[in-house]
C-alpha cells in the first residue's frame, strides 16, 4: 500500500488523524462561515484579473 501524507486542515493547519476525513472535521471543527471565507479569499487569488481592475 503506498504511503499517504497526513491531511492537514487548511483553515487551522491542525493534522487530522488517520480515521478522520477533512470533510468531516471541517463540518465538526468549523462554522459554515469560516469555511465560505476561506473558499472566497483562496478563489479571489487564483482567479486572474484583467489589467483594468
Known amino acids: 500500500?503506498?504511503?499517504?501524507?497526513?491531511?492537514?486542515?487548511?483553515?487551522?493547519?491542525?493534522?487530522?488523524?488517520?480515521?478522520?476525513?477533512?470533510?468531516?472535521?471541517?463540518i465538526g471543527s468549523h462554522t459554515q462561515r469560516e469555511v465560505a471565507r476561506y473558499l472566497a479569499s483562496h478563489h479571489e487569488r487564483v482567479q486572474p484579473r484583467s489589467v483594468s481592475d
Do not use: F, I, K
Not at 483553515?11 to 476525513?21: I, N, P, R, S, V
Open 1 to 26: 500500500m503506498p504511503y499517504e501524507p497526513p491531511v492537514e486542515c487548511p483553515l487551522c493547519q491542525e493534522t487530522l488523524e488517520l480515521d478522520q476525513t477533512l470533510e468531516m472535521h471541517l
